[in-house]
């Protein structure tokens, strides 16, 4: 039988043992010394049911309700499926007039990211107190797009080292791997080569902070696989700024969203572009 094909950036991956890999999972409940040593190991630590699932369909609901109920399936906005209706008249995704740039500036989204769970995540992995890093995207991908995010690690977009900034990444709704949810380059946050392959690797637009849009040619690189995991709601991967990592192309009518929330550690430097609140537009 023929291998099943996915895709990223509709660059094609073959989806077998030789390019995928499951992440290892991890929970709250484990000793944090097992936790943080799990994150040197891994650079991530898969917590399933990290977060309450209805407090995550809250938010996944609250910020579909700011589109109109012709954009989901039946009308539900707390499910999100597609339902082949394409809202009009938007500024693009994440630009001001767009949901998603609202959204991050609302009460009920500052109340998720500024929650004491969140922050007590980030401080178990820094062993110590953590900061809040206030510019948050939020990502949303609509399926047939065949858009996704491309091979990279964070600390090309942020500035600080690696033992002081964690990012918490939130998928908000269940996220199983054809709905196209964050994939990890198995050991890429040990491995110093491929931060520098960029010059070499397929790209397919002119911004070269990503390494590339194509999984299968890195890993056939470096001979690395990429982990996923089938996410449900309430689970988090925390990674580490020198894990490399990207994402599928939904092929499924759920749509993805997301939120990437930073911490860094107390008293370490902040990053000035990261002061303020996300804008598709900001460049950073
Ligand atoms: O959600 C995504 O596709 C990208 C998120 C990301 O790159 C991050 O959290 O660093």
């Not at 992440?23 to 000793?31: A, D, F, I, V, W």
């Not at 009920?108 to 990211?113: D, E, K, L, N």
């Not at 994939?183 to 946050?189: Q, T």
Request: net charge negative; hydrophobic share 40%.
């Amino acid at each position: 039988m023929n291998a099943r094909t996915l895709t990223s950036n509709g660059a094609p991956i073959p989806f077998t043992p030789q390019y995928f890999g499951a992440l290892r999972e991890s929970h709250t409940g484990l000793p944090a010394e097992t936790l943080r040593a799990r994150y040197a190991e891994d650079g991530y630590v898969l917590l399933k049911g990290a977060l309450a699932s209805e407090a995550v369909f809250d938010l996944r609901e609250a910020y579909f309700r700011l589109f109109d109920s012709s954009f989901f399936k039946d009308g539900d906005a707390r499910r999100g499926v597609f339902s082949g209706v394409e809202p009009k008249g938007m500024p693009g995704h994440g630009l001001a007039g767009h949901p998603a740039h609202t959204f991050v500036r609302s009460d009920v989204f500052r109340a998720f990211t500024g929650a004491a769970a969140m922050k007590t995540i980030a401080e178990t992995f820094f062993d110590g107190p953590a900061e809040l890093i206030r510019r948050t995207p939020l990502r949303h991908f609509i399926p047939g797009r065949k858009r996704s995010s491309r091979a990279h690690l964070d600390r090309t977009y942020i500035e600080g080292v690696a033992a002081d900034v964690v990012t918490i990444w939130v998928p908000l709704g269940d996220c199983p791997i054809d709905v196209g949810g964050l994939l990890y380059m198995d050991g890429s946050h040990e491995d110093t080569v491929l931060e520098n392959v960029r010059a070499s690797a397929p790209n397919d637009r002119t911004d070269m902070r990503p390494i590339t849009h194509d999984l299968k040619w890195l890993s056939d690189f470096s001979g690395r696989r990429w982990l996923y995991a089938d996410y449900a709601a309430g689970d988090v991967v925390v990674h580490s700024p020198a894990i490399v990592h990207a994402s599928l192309d939904g092929e499924s009518d759920l749509m993805r969203v997301s939120t990437d929330v930073r911490f860094r550690r107390a008293g370490s430097p902040s990053d000035p572009r990261w002061l303020n609140d996300w804008s598709a537009d900001d460049g950073y």
